[in-house]
Protein backbone atom coordinates (compact mmCIF):
# COMPACT_ATOMS: atom_id res chain seq x y z
CA UNK A 1 0.00 0.00 0.00
CA UNK A 2 2.89 2.35 0.89
CA UNK A 3 4.65 1.89 -2.50
CA UNK A 4 1.14 2.33 -4.41
CA UNK A 5 0.94 5.44 -2.50
CA UNK A 6 4.92 6.27 -3.38
CA UNK A 7 4.22 5.48 -7.03
CA UNK A 8 1.26 7.98 -7.39
CA UNK A 9 3.18 10.82 -6.12
CA UNK A 10 5.75 10.23 -8.45
CA UNK A 11 3.23 9.71 -11.36
CA UNK A 12 1.55 13.42 -10.16
CA UNK A 13 5.07 15.15 -10.04
CA UNK A 14 5.85 13.65 -13.20
CA UNK A 15 2.58 15.23 -14.38
CA UNK A 16 3.16 17.91 -12.82
CA UNK A 17 6.61 18.49 -14.57
CA UNK A 18 4.83 17.26 -18.07
CA UNK A 19 2.31 20.04 -17.73
CA UNK A 20 4.88 22.54 -16.49
CA UNK A 21 7.05 21.84 -19.37
CA UNK A 22 4.44 22.06 -22.08
CA UNK A 23 3.04 25.42 -20.63
CA UNK A 24 6.86 26.56 -20.92
CA UNK A 25 7.55 25.33 -24.43
CA UNK A 26 3.59 26.80 -25.47
CA UNK A 27 5.11 29.96 -24.27
CA UNK A 28 8.73 30.44 -25.67
CA UNK A 29 7.06 29.02 -29.22
CA UNK A 30 4.36 31.88 -29.20
CA UNK A 31 7.19 34.21 -28.39
CA UNK A 32 9.55 32.12 -31.25
CA UNK A 33 7.23 32.77 -33.87
CA UNK A 34 6.12 36.32 -33.20
CA UNK A 35 10.12 37.10 -33.19
CA UNK A 36 10.42 34.85 -36.26
CA UNK A 37 12.85 32.55 -34.64
CA UNK A 38 11.96 29.19 -36.39
CA UNK A 39 14.07 28.05 -38.65
CA UNK A 40 13.80 26.04 -42.11
CA UNK A 41 16.00 23.26 -43.41
CA UNK A 42 15.43 21.73 -47.18
CA UNK A 43 16.39 17.67 -47.83
CA UNK A 44 16.54 17.00 -51.10
CA UNK A 45 14.62 14.28 -53.43
CA UNK A 46 16.27 12.54 -55.79
CA UNK A 47 15.29 10.82 -59.25
CA UNK A 48 15.68 7.46 -58.35
CA UNK A 49 16.89 6.20 -62.13
CA UNK A 50 18.87 9.70 -62.97
CA UNK A 51 20.29 10.80 -58.70
CA UNK A 52 19.49 14.21 -60.11
CA UNK A 53 17.96 16.37 -57.67
CA UNK A 54 14.07 16.71 -58.17
CA UNK A 55 12.81 18.89 -55.51
CA UNK A 56 13.29 19.30 -51.71
CA UNK A 57 11.23 19.29 -48.64
CA UNK A 58 11.31 22.40 -46.59
CA UNK A 59 10.80 20.87 -42.82
CA UNK A 60 10.84 23.60 -40.30
CA UNK A 61 13.28 23.85 -37.04
CA UNK A 62 13.37 25.15 -33.59
CA UNK A 63 16.13 25.81 -31.31
CA UNK A 64 15.03 26.39 -27.92
CA UNK A 65 17.23 28.93 -26.41
CA UNK A 66 17.51 27.04 -23.05
CA UNK A 67 16.40 22.95 -24.00
CA UNK A 68 18.04 22.98 -27.35
CA UNK A 69 16.51 22.02 -30.46
CA UNK A 70 12.87 21.11 -30.18
CA UNK A 71 11.86 18.33 -32.92
CA UNK A 72 8.86 19.20 -35.23
CA UNK A 73 7.01 16.14 -33.72
CA UNK A 74 6.83 17.74 -30.86
CA UNK A 75 6.17 21.86 -31.03
CA UNK A 76 4.07 21.10 -34.34
CA UNK A 77 1.03 19.66 -32.26
CA UNK A 78 1.58 22.41 -29.72
CA UNK A 79 0.83 25.32 -32.73
CA UNK A 80 -2.12 23.30 -33.36
CA UNK A 81 -3.71 23.48 -30.51
CA UNK A 82 -2.68 27.40 -30.19
CA UNK A 83 -3.60 27.86 -33.17
CA UNK A 84 -0.85 29.63 -34.37
CA UNK A 85 -0.24 26.34 -37.02
CA UNK A 86 -1.15 28.77 -39.86
CA UNK A 87 1.58 31.27 -39.24
CA UNK A 88 4.49 29.04 -39.33
CA UNK A 89 2.75 27.19 -42.20
CA UNK A 90 2.77 30.94 -43.97
CA UNK A 91 6.22 31.68 -43.10
CA UNK A 92 7.39 28.43 -44.46
CA UNK A 93 5.91 28.97 -47.94
CA UNK A 94 7.12 32.45 -48.57
CA UNK A 95 10.47 31.02 -46.91
CA UNK A 96 10.13 28.46 -49.24
CA UNK A 97 9.15 29.55 -52.18
CA UNK A 98 11.57 32.32 -51.96
CA UNK A 99 14.94 29.67 -51.41
CA UNK A 100 13.43 28.10 -54.43
CA UNK A 101 13.57 30.88 -56.84
CA UNK A 102 16.87 30.57 -55.94
CA UNK A 103 18.29 27.45 -56.80
CA UNK A 104 20.47 26.97 -60.09
CA UNK A 105 18.52 24.89 -61.78
CA UNK A 106 14.72 24.77 -61.80
CA UNK A 107 13.75 21.97 -59.02
CA UNK A 108 10.78 21.64 -56.71
CA UNK A 109 9.84 22.98 -53.14
CA UNK A 110 7.67 20.77 -50.88
CA UNK A 111 6.21 22.16 -48.00
CA UNK A 112 3.99 20.46 -45.29
CA UNK A 113 0.68 21.92 -44.40
CA UNK A 114 -1.45 20.95 -41.32
CA UNK A 115 -5.55 20.06 -41.01
CA UNK A 116 -5.92 23.17 -38.88
CA UNK A 117 -4.57 25.14 -41.93
CA UNK A 118 -8.02 24.33 -44.11
CA UNK A 119 -9.52 26.37 -41.70
CA UNK A 120 -7.20 29.26 -40.39
CA UNK A 121 -6.29 30.23 -43.24
CA UNK A 122 -6.94 31.16 -46.97
CA UNK A 123 -4.83 28.99 -48.24
CA UNK A 124 -4.86 29.90 -52.28
CA UNK A 125 -4.59 33.30 -50.98
CA UNK A 126 -1.34 32.72 -49.21
CA UNK A 127 0.58 30.90 -52.01
CA UNK A 128 -1.11 33.06 -54.61
CA UNK A 129 0.85 36.12 -52.56
CA UNK A 130 4.19 33.68 -52.19
CA UNK A 131 4.17 32.83 -55.84
CA UNK A 132 3.87 36.44 -56.84
CA UNK A 133 6.02 37.89 -54.16
CA UNK A 134 8.91 34.90 -55.05
CA UNK A 135 8.24 34.86 -58.72
CA UNK A 136 8.00 30.94 -58.64
CA UNK A 137 6.43 29.18 -61.43
CA UNK A 138 3.09 27.43 -59.53
CA UNK A 139 4.23 24.27 -61.37
CA UNK A 140 7.48 24.21 -58.49
CA UNK A 141 5.93 24.54 -55.44
CA UNK A 142 4.35 21.10 -53.69
CA UNK A 143 1.81 20.81 -50.87
CA UNK A 144 2.19 17.97 -48.76
CA UNK A 145 -0.98 16.82 -46.95
CA UNK A 146 -1.48 13.31 -44.14
CA UNK A 147 -4.27 11.42 -44.31
CA UNK A 148 -4.54 12.43 -41.02
CA UNK A 149 -5.59 16.06 -42.03
CA UNK A 150 -7.71 15.16 -44.91
CA UNK A 151 -10.07 13.07 -42.44
CA UNK A 152 -10.16 16.23 -39.88
CA UNK A 153 -11.45 18.65 -42.41
CA UNK A 154 -12.16 16.31 -45.95
CA UNK A 155 -14.91 18.33 -47.28
CA UNK A 156 -13.13 21.74 -47.01
CA UNK A 157 -9.44 20.09 -47.71
CA UNK A 158 -10.71 18.68 -50.63
CA UNK A 159 -12.32 22.33 -52.19
CA UNK A 160 -9.05 23.52 -50.82
CA UNK A 161 -6.63 21.12 -52.66
CA UNK A 162 -8.44 21.57 -55.40
CA UNK A 163 -8.28 24.95 -56.11
CA UNK A 164 -4.37 24.57 -55.59
CA UNK A 165 -4.40 21.14 -58.37
CA UNK A 166 -6.20 23.99 -60.58
CA UNK A 167 -3.34 26.62 -60.26
CA UNK A 168 -0.95 23.61 -61.25
CA UNK A 169 0.33 23.21 -57.77
CA UNK A 170 1.62 19.65 -57.02
CA UNK A 171 -0.15 18.07 -54.40
CA UNK A 172 1.32 15.39 -52.25
CA UNK A 173 -0.57 12.41 -50.01
CA UNK A 174 2.28 12.09 -47.44
CA UNK A 175 3.02 9.58 -44.75
CA UNK A 176 1.32 7.19 -47.17
CA UNK A 177 -0.01 3.61 -45.12
CA UNK A 178 0.33 5.08 -42.07
CA UNK A 179 -2.33 6.36 -40.14
CA UNK A 180 -5.95 5.68 -40.67
CA UNK A 181 -5.66 5.19 -44.70
CA UNK A 182 -8.37 5.09 -46.35
CA UNK A 183 -7.63 4.06 -50.30
CA UNK A 184 -10.31 5.89 -51.16
CA UNK A 185 -9.00 9.57 -50.92
CA UNK A 186 -6.41 8.40 -53.80
CA UNK A 187 -8.71 8.79 -56.34
CA UNK A 188 -11.69 11.05 -54.67
CA UNK A 189 -9.11 14.22 -54.43
CA UNK A 190 -6.58 15.58 -57.00
CA UNK A 191 -3.43 14.20 -56.07
CA UNK A 192 -0.39 14.04 -58.01
CA UNK A 193 2.11 12.71 -56.11
CA UNK A 194 2.21 9.80 -53.31
CA UNK A 195 4.73 9.49 -50.84
CA UNK A 196 5.08 5.85 -49.04
CA UNK A 197 6.06 6.38 -45.07
CA UNK A 198 9.66 5.25 -44.54
CA UNK A 199 7.87 2.15 -42.36
CA UNK A 200 7.48 0.46 -46.12
CA UNK A 201 11.19 1.03 -46.53
CA UNK A 202 13.13 0.23 -43.41
CA UNK A 203 13.03 -3.82 -43.98
CA UNK A 204 13.19 -3.96 -47.63
CA UNK A 205 16.44 -4.93 -48.06
CA UNK A 206 16.36 -8.11 -45.26
CA UNK A 207 13.07 -8.94 -45.75
CA UNK A 208 11.45 -10.06 -49.40
CA UNK A 209 8.01 -9.70 -47.72
CA UNK A 210 8.42 -6.34 -46.90
CA UNK A 211 9.81 -5.54 -50.06
CA UNK A 212 6.54 -7.02 -51.74
CA UNK A 213 4.73 -4.93 -49.68
CA UNK A 214 6.50 -1.77 -50.94
CA UNK A 215 6.46 -3.28 -54.63
CA UNK A 216 2.67 -3.29 -54.63
CA UNK A 217 2.30 -0.12 -52.86
CA UNK A 218 4.33 1.61 -55.75
CA UNK A 219 2.64 -0.02 -58.12
CA UNK A 220 -0.88 1.05 -57.05
CA UNK A 221 0.30 4.38 -57.33
CA UNK A 222 2.05 4.00 -60.53
CA UNK A 223 -1.57 2.89 -61.42
CA UNK A 224 -3.50 5.48 -60.22
CA UNK A 225 -0.81 8.08 -62.18
CA UNK A 226 0.95 9.28 -59.18
CA UNK A 227 4.60 9.77 -59.05
CA UNK A 228 5.71 7.71 -56.51
CA UNK A 229 8.38 8.64 -53.27
CA UNK A 230 9.68 6.31 -50.71
CA UNK A 231 10.55 7.77 -47.67
CA UNK A 232 13.66 7.09 -45.49
CA UNK A 233 16.03 5.81 -47.47
CA UNK A 234 18.92 5.05 -45.59
CA UNK A 235 21.42 3.09 -47.09
CA UNK A 236 21.96 1.84 -51.02
CA UNK A 237 21.17 -1.46 -50.31
CA UNK A 238 17.49 -0.24 -49.80
CA UNK A 239 18.14 1.93 -52.78
CA UNK A 240 19.24 -1.04 -54.77
CA UNK A 241 16.32 -3.53 -53.87
CA UNK A 242 14.12 -0.83 -54.79
CA UNK A 243 15.56 0.25 -58.31
CA UNK A 244 15.51 -3.56 -59.03
CA UNK A 245 12.34 -4.74 -57.87
CA UNK A 246 10.21 -1.84 -57.20
CA UNK A 247 8.29 0.99 -59.69
CA UNK A 248 9.29 3.66 -56.79
CA UNK A 249 10.38 6.74 -58.96
CA UNK A 250 11.60 9.31 -56.25
CA UNK A 251 13.63 8.77 -53.24
CA UNK A 252 14.45 10.79 -50.28
CA UNK A 253 16.24 10.21 -46.88
CA UNK A 254 19.79 10.32 -45.41
CA UNK A 255 21.30 8.08 -47.74
CA UNK A 256 21.44 11.05 -50.11
CA UNK A 257 21.14 13.76 -47.64
CA UNK A 258 19.46 15.05 -44.30
CA UNK A 259 17.38 17.95 -44.12
CA UNK A 260 20.18 21.01 -44.95
CA UNK A 261 19.76 24.66 -44.58
CA UNK A 262 19.56 26.68 -47.11
CA UNK A 263 22.77 27.80 -48.34
CA UNK A 264 23.53 24.13 -47.92
CA UNK A 265 21.24 22.92 -50.10
CA UNK A 266 21.78 25.06 -53.06
CA UNK A 267 25.04 23.68 -52.81
CA UNK A 268 23.80 20.17 -53.18
CA UNK A 269 21.94 21.04 -55.96
CA UNK A 270 24.52 22.08 -58.17
CA UNK A 271 26.79 19.40 -57.30
CA UNK A 272 24.21 16.89 -58.45
CA UNK A 273 22.29 18.72 -61.32
CA UNK A 274 24.95 21.16 -62.47
P1 LIG B 1 7.45 14.35 -42.68
O1 LIG B 1 6.67 15.36 -43.43
O2 LIG B 1 7.18 12.92 -42.95
O3 LIG B 1 8.99 14.72 -42.95
C1 LIG B 1 9.99 13.75 -43.10
C2 LIG B 1 10.68 13.50 -41.78
O4 LIG B 1 11.51 12.35 -41.92
C3 LIG B 1 11.62 14.65 -41.36
O5 LIG B 1 11.62 14.69 -39.93
C4 LIG B 1 12.96 14.14 -41.86
O6 LIG B 1 14.06 14.74 -41.20
C5 LIG B 1 12.85 12.67 -41.57
N1 LIG B 1 13.71 11.86 -42.42
C6 LIG B 1 14.12 12.11 -43.68
N2 LIG B 1 14.90 11.12 -44.17
C7 LIG B 1 15.00 10.21 -43.17
C8 LIG B 1 15.68 8.95 -43.06
O7 LIG B 1 16.37 8.48 -43.98
N3 LIG B 1 15.53 8.29 -41.89
C9 LIG B 1 14.80 8.78 -40.85
N4 LIG B 1 14.72 8.07 -39.72
N5 LIG B 1 14.12 9.96 -40.93
C10 LIG B 1 14.24 10.66 -42.08
P2 LIG B 1 11.42 16.07 -39.15
O8 LIG B 1 12.09 17.19 -39.86
O9 LIG B 1 11.77 15.79 -37.72
O10 LIG B 1 9.87 16.32 -39.27
C11 LIG B 1 8.95 15.47 -38.65
C12 LIG B 1 7.55 15.82 -39.07
O11 LIG B 1 7.17 17.12 -38.60
C13 LIG B 1 7.38 15.89 -40.57
O12 LIG B 1 7.26 14.57 -41.10
C14 LIG B 1 6.10 16.69 -40.67
O13 LIG B 1 4.98 15.90 -40.43
C15 LIG B 1 6.27 17.68 -39.50
N6 LIG B 1 6.78 18.95 -40.04
C16 LIG B 1 8.06 19.33 -40.31
N7 LIG B 1 8.09 20.59 -40.81
C17 LIG B 1 6.79 21.01 -40.88
C18 LIG B 1 6.16 22.23 -41.32
O14 LIG B 1 6.79 23.20 -41.78
N8 LIG B 1 4.79 22.28 -41.19
C19 LIG B 1 4.06 21.24 -40.70
N9 LIG B 1 2.73 21.38 -40.62
N10 LIG B 1 4.63 20.09 -40.31
C20 LIG B 1 5.98 19.98 -40.39
CA1 LIG C 1 6.18 15.79 -45.49
CA1 LIG D 1 6.33 11.92 -44.71
CA1 LIG E 1 6.26 11.39 -41.03
Known amino acids: KAEGKGRSQIFHTQMDIDYHYRQRLKADLREAVAEGELGLV ?3 LLDIATRKVVSCEALVR ?3 PEFGPIPPATF ?3 AEEMGIISSITAWVIENATHECRSWSSPVGVGVNVSARDFRGVDLPALI ?3 LTQSGLAPGRLEIEVTET ?3 EERDLAGSVLQTLADKGIAIALDDFGTGYSSLSYLSALPFTKLKIDRSFVVDIAEDPRALRLLANVARLGRDLDLM ?4 GVETEEQLNVMLSETSVQQVQGYFFSRPLPAKDV ?3 IER ?3
Open 42 to 44: FQP
Open 266 to 268: AEL
Open 76 to 78: IPL
Open 128 to 130: DRA
Open 149 to 151: ALI
Open 272 to 274: FNG
Open 228 to 231: VVAE
Open 62 to 64: WTH
